[in-house]
T-cell receptor, first 114, second 114 residues
Framework: NAGVTQTPKFQVLKTGQSMTLQCAQD?????MYWYRQDPGMGLRLIYYSASEGTTDKGEVPNGYNVSRLNKREFSLRLESAAPSQTSVYFCASRNLGQANQPQHFGDGTRLSIL | GENVEQHPSTLSVQEGDSAVIKCTYS??????FPWYKQELGKRPQLIID?????GEKKDQRIAVTLNKTAKHFSLHITETQPEDSAVYFC?????????????FGAGTRLAVHP
């Protein structure tokens, strides 16, 4: 039972390059989330998917796109990476079938944009 | 939308002392309040949560209290140990949109000195 799995764990990009961060969960959760974490800023929500087939913007969506590929997978894409997007990215999932359930986080992807 | 403020940003205690972290929230309809612990380089992990129909919850050395009237909740750690050193995040469920999102505080860095 892996929980929430993120790939890659580390990535270095040049400004302007594109890449996709992958996230998969095996807990049959219906909701999935992408956060970025910067020093002193806590966890900021980028995008989320309340259920398969839906996606919504969070607090800081600019420069990102997402795809809810199926119930298990939720990917985050940077189309043209910028140094301001250097951060640690966390994926999380949650079961909203029952109200008030906690989110479970993946191990994170450490992304550096040069 | 929901706004969560967390204090203090840093907290230093001696081993064996108690530690208290406080959070306030803005949306009186919020009904779920989890606390996460994040060790250096690791994922945030749920340590305790409380729902709005309960005023206090304990789990060994950890307790959370909720004051719905004042819209604040607190994490209490007793008999602190060096392994309690970490960043702690509070969160509140955002009522708009069906409680789909958790809004996080900025975090408290707790240092427990032997």
């Amino acid at each position: 039972n892996a929980g929430v799995t993120q790939t890659p764990k580390f990535q270095v990009l040049k400004t302007g390059q594109s890449m996709t961060l992958q996230c998969a969960q095996d807990m049959n959760h219906n909701s999935m989330y992408w956060y970025r974490q910067d020093p002193g800023m806590g966890l900021r929500l980028i995008y989320y998917s309340a259920s398969e087939g839906t996606t919504d913007k969070g607090e800081v969506p600019n420069g990102y796109n997402v795809s809810r590929l199926n119930k298990r997978e939720f990917s985050l894409r940077l189309e043209s990476a910028a140094p301001s997007q250097t951060s640690v990215y966390f994926c999380a999932s949650r079961n909203l079938g029952q109200a008030n359930q906690p989110q479970h986080f993946g191990d994170g992807t450490r992304l550096s944009i040069l | 939308g929901e706004n969560v403020e967390q204090h203090p940003s840093t907290l230093s205690v001696q081993e064996g002392d108690s530690a208290v972290i406080k959070c306030t929230y803005s949306d009186s309809a919020s009904n779920y309040f989890p606390w996460y612990k994040q060790e250096l380089g690791k994922r945030p992990q749920l340590i305790i949560d409380i729902r709005s129909n309960v005023g206090e919850k304990k789990d060994q050395r950890i307790a959370v209290t909720l004051n719905k009237t004042a819209k604040h909740f607190s994490l209490h750690i007793t008999e602190t140990q060096p392994e309690d050193s970490a960043v702690y995040f509070c969160a509140a469920s955002e009522a708009s949109g069906g409680y789909n999102k958790l809004i996080f505080g900025a975090g408290t860095r707790l240092a427990v000195h032997p």
